[in-house]
């Protein structure tokens, strides 16, 4: 895609935002399924496939399902990915490949209740692009900061945006 079709893809979805600005409020949904009774998982749906994510091995799980630590990573360096490769586009800047790298440092005292002053969570987190590119450093700097700005996941987790949590029972049929 060049910036001239980005732009017809996305001119027309800018001004229905811009003369109907509930329109441009979008609920995504994530669904995890606890149905397994013997195991220590949760089985989520992805839109592509379903994922089970169990116990990191640093906390006892044996390293065969999907780690929801490296599933938000995961998710981070899909996101900036994406949006780099829009801010690209869209500014003619030529990227003609390379990577997305994240990483965090997590102290699972915190996780196993070993320490109670032991943060649970990240404590933090990079995120490294390697840029196959004949970019100026003024354009790199300015896919920096408009990739930093416009990523959903990136400004998510720079914002701080505290999660509210609802807990909802049913009783066992009888």
């Known amino acids: 895609m060049n910036a001239d079709s980005l732009r017809a893809v996305q001119a027309p979805i800018k001004d229905r935002y811009r003369t109907d600005p509930s329109a441009a409020i979008v609920t995504l949904r994530a669904r995890g399924s606890l149905d ?24 006892g799980g044996d390293g065969m399902l999907a ?3 490296d599933m938000l990573l995961q998710a981070l360096v899909a996101c900036a990915g ?70 959903v996941v990136y400004q998510t987790l720079a914002g701080g945006v505290a999660p509210q949590t609802e807990f909802r029972t049913r009783a066992a049929a009888v």
Request: a negative charge.
């Open 36 to 59: 397994d009774p013997q195991g220590l998982n949760c089985s989520v749906e992805t839109g592509r496939a379903l994922v089970t994510a169990g116990l990191h091995p640093a906390t």
């Open 67 to 69: 780690c929801s630590g």
């Open 82 to 151: 994406v949006t780099l490769r829009a801010v690209a586009t869209a500014t003619g800047i030529p990227v003609r490949g390379g990577s997305v790298y994240a990483a965090g440092d997590l102290d699972f005292r915190g996780t196993l209740g070993v320490d109670r002053d032991a943060p649970v969570g990240f404590k933090n987190i990079s995120l490294t692009f390697d840029l196959d590119t004949d970019a100026t450093p003024e354009q790199v700097a300015t896919l920096r900061k408009l990739t930093e700005r416009y990523c």
